[in-house]
Nanobody, 115 residues
């Protein structure tokens, strides 16, 4: 199994930046894909960005050019650098890890973009 713990959320003004972190532990070597999802109040959880074990990245259209996903394999940590934040980015952000057998989720971290 893989355990995931997110951190780095908070309150930021529009146009500001935040970096989310996701510390992974457990069966790290079995992870194929890691991703960030978000869920705003009253909305479905949506994919924000994903990165494969080979380093291939994909982004939702709404965050392209503003967000960057990366992973530090030495620290077993996934990151999401978020720049030029907008009020519509407000949501709980979840870390996700996929292996051949299962999908693991973190507990989520709140990001609020407001003046």
């Amino acid at each position: 199994q893989v355990q995931l713990v997110e951190s780095g959320g908070g309150l930021v003004q529009p146009g500001g930046s935040l970096r989310l972190s996701c510390a992974a532990s457990g069966s790290i070597s079995s992870i194929l894909v890691m991703a960030w999802y978000r869920q705003a109040p009253g909305k479905q959880r949506e994919l924000v960005a994903r990165i494969t074990s080979g380093g291939i990245t994909n982004y939702a259209d709404s965050v392209k050019g503003r967000f960057t996903i990366s992973r530090d394999n030495g620290k077993n940590t996934l990151y999401l650098q978020m720049n030029s934040l907008k009020p519509e980015d407000t949501a709980v952000y979840f870390c996700n890890a996929q292996t051949l057998l299962r999908v693991s989720w973190g507990q989520g971290t709140q990001v609020t973009v407001s003046s």
